[in-house]
């Protein structure tokens, strides 16, 4: 069982940055993907960054790229998400998953969530 755990939200004024931590409880086999899904109030949770941890291939959203970056550390053990140039519409609660594709379909491990908000 993995177990992951998100730090690192909060409220920050548009323009600002912030960046979210996950913790990963055990070790992650290559082929997997780490994904940072977010769900804002009345919307479907959508993807919004993922890295293969094989490869270490990205995506992003056409939304986040170029402001956004996505990136693993301590042989995986964490997943980090550094926002910057952010914007009221990247208001929403942040979740990092484990899964066997990027995709919403192919989560196999949910954090918590962390609620991060952004004013203008």
């Known amino acids: 069982q993995v177990q992951l755990v998100e730090s690192g939200g909060g409220s920050v004024q548009a323009g600002g940055s912030l960046r979210l931590s996950c913790a990963v409880s055990?070790?992650?086999?290559?082929?997997?993907?780490m994904t940072w899904f977010r769900q804002a109030p009345g919307k479907e949770r959508e993807g919004v960054a993922g890295?293969?941890?094989?490869?270490?291939?990205?995506f992003y959203v056409d939304s986040v790229k170029g402001r956004f970056t996505i990136s693993h550390a301590n042989a995986k053990k964490t997943l980090y998400l550094q926002m910057n140039s952010l914007k009221p519409e990247d208001t929403a609660v942040y979740y990092c998953?484990?899964?066997?594709?990027?995709?919403?379909?192919?989560?196999?491990?949910w954090g918590q969530g962390t609620q991060v908000t952004v004013s203008s």
């Open positions: 998953a484990v899964g066997s594709a990027c995709r919403l379909d192919r989560v196999d491990y």
């Open positions: 055990a070790y992650i086999y290559s082929g997997s993907c």
């Open positions: 890295i293969w941890t094989g490869g270490g291939g990205t």
